[in-house]
């Protein structure tokens, strides 16, 4: 892999790196698909907030266990099913070590994001929530941290509450002490919002959270892979992430969970590699995390975010925030030089993207048009309706960083955008 910073590689505690110490260029030798083209341009991918691109060291991890490893985990007691069930397992302490859970068992494989809310949602609030209890959101919310709870609250008679958002695409922290009753037996919301970049301030809100007994979920899809992030720290109660989104195969994502809640909590899905005995009438259940994994569990995809987890600890998340907020900082007051453009989010500090309207185009034709320069962006609701209606804006156009990103890309968007308001106008 190209970087260069002081730290050695092998060492995957260098999240002191800082970003001027990374040869960012020559990391992007390291992603093979941005060297694509599109229409005939050089690719400008700015639409990892949705997913990102995979780097080698994450391609061949999968080739790897292809080649050499490939077996089903767990059940088998010949070598390569010992291997896979390793490397698989290896994988959780990699994951449980990367958000400084206490240990691996707190770490569940899932599809992703949207499965983990889903998994907590169901079995612990399946198992928990009664009528009357409240349920506490924010508008900014993702579908995924949205549908669930109201499918929870429908089958319950629970009650749904919501944070507003504010002008400026902050959480309206000061209704918070009055929205955060004894009622409320969870509190989940996202780490950083997927349209506006508002990073929350997720340790004061468990704290509250905690202060009135009510449980908390972190939807950490957008930062997992964009900062340092320790659920210790943070004092979560639950977390969640996708591997797509941190330079890790689709399909795989996690779920982490204090180790105490998990186990007080049943079985959501049944079937193998779960229970602990069966008979025709009942089954006897596994310790989490294996409780929570029915099935043939996504292997690769598990041994796929060890690697991308390496990759990106080897850079330095630190150096990777500072890298990407720069980018959505500038790209953000670039914007501000096209006529008619209104802008989203929070002045000051953001995550790695910025979403936008321009009164010169539709954001679907908007982004139509800039695909057409080879610049690869994201319009329409970003699965926020909510949040777009606060807004009063049926969509935005988003453009997305992460540290394969350049300046000289963001010079290039706002180019492509100033030929879209000549050719919209
Ligand atoms: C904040 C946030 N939450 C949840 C999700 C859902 O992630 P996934 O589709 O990987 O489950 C996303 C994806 O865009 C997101 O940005």
Redesign the pocket.
């Known amino acids: 892999m190209h970087w260069r910073a002081t730290a050695p590689i092998a060492n995957y505690s260098v999240h002191k790196a800082v970003a001027s110490q990374v040869d960012w260029s020559a990391l992007r030798e390291d992603f093979p698909i941005l060297r694509e083209q599109a229409h005939g341009h050089p690719l400008i991918y700015f639409d990892s ?3 990102s691109q995979k780097p080698r060291p994450v391609i061949e991890a999968l080739r790897n266990f292809y080649e050499h490893d490939n077996a089903n985990v767990h059940r088998g007691l010949h070598t390569l099913s010992s291997r896979a069930t390793e490397a698989y397992e290896n994988a959780r302490r990699r994951v449980a070590e990367y958000i400084g859970a206490a240990c691996g068992d707190e770490i569940i494989f899932t ?7 889903n998994l907590v949602a169901q079995a612990w609030g399946g198992k928990f929530i009664r009528e009357g209890d409240v349920i506490l959101l924010t508008v900014m ?5 949205l549908v669930p709870w109201q499918l929870l609250a429908e089958r319950t008679g629970a009650r749904l509450r919501f944070v507003p958002v504010l002008d400026d695409g902050t959480l309206h922290l000061e209704q918070l002490d009055s929205l955060l009753t004894p009622e409320v037996k969870v509190f989940a919301f ?5 349209s506006l970049g508002t990073i929350n301030p997720v340790a004061e809100l468990c704290t509250k959270a905690r202060a009135v007994g009510a449980l908390t979920l972190v ?1 950490a ?2 930062s997992a892979g964009h900062m340092p992030l320790d659920v210790q720290e943070l004092g979560c109660d639950f977390l ?1 992430f ?1 591997g ?2 941190m330079c890790a195969p ?1 399909g795989i ?1 996690v779920l982490y969970g204090r180790a105490e809640l998990l186990e007080s909590m049943p079985p959501w899905h049944g079937g193998g590699e779960m229970i602990v005995s069966v008979t025709l009438e009942k089954s006897t259940f596994k310790k989490p995390p294996h409780r929570f994994e029915a099935g043939t569990p996504t292997i690769a995809g598990a041994i796929g975010l060890g690697a991308a987890i390496d990759y990106i600890e080897a850079i330095g998340r630190s150096a990777i925030f500072e890298h990407d907020s720069e980018l959505a900082r500038c790209a953000a007051e670039r914007l501000t030089e096209l006529p008619g453009i209104r802008i989203f989010g929070p002045s000051q500090e953001r995550g790695a993207l910025v979403g936008f309207v321009m009164d010169a185009a539709h954001p679907h034709d908007l982004t139509t048009f800039a695909d057409q320069y080879g610049l690869a962006m994201r319009g329409g609701h ?2 926020n309706q909510p949040l777009m209606r606060r807004f009063g804006v049926s969509g935005t156009t988003r453009a997305s960083f992460y540290f394969y990103n350049t300046m000289e890309e963001i010079d290039r968007m706002i180019e492509i955008l100033h030929g879209a308001v000549r050719f919209f106008s």
């Open positions: 907030a949705a997913s599809r992703g994001t949207t499965e983990s809310i919310e993702h579908h995924s941290n996202t780490h950083i919002s997927n939807d899809a957008q969640a996708s797509h989104k689709t994502g970003h699965c």
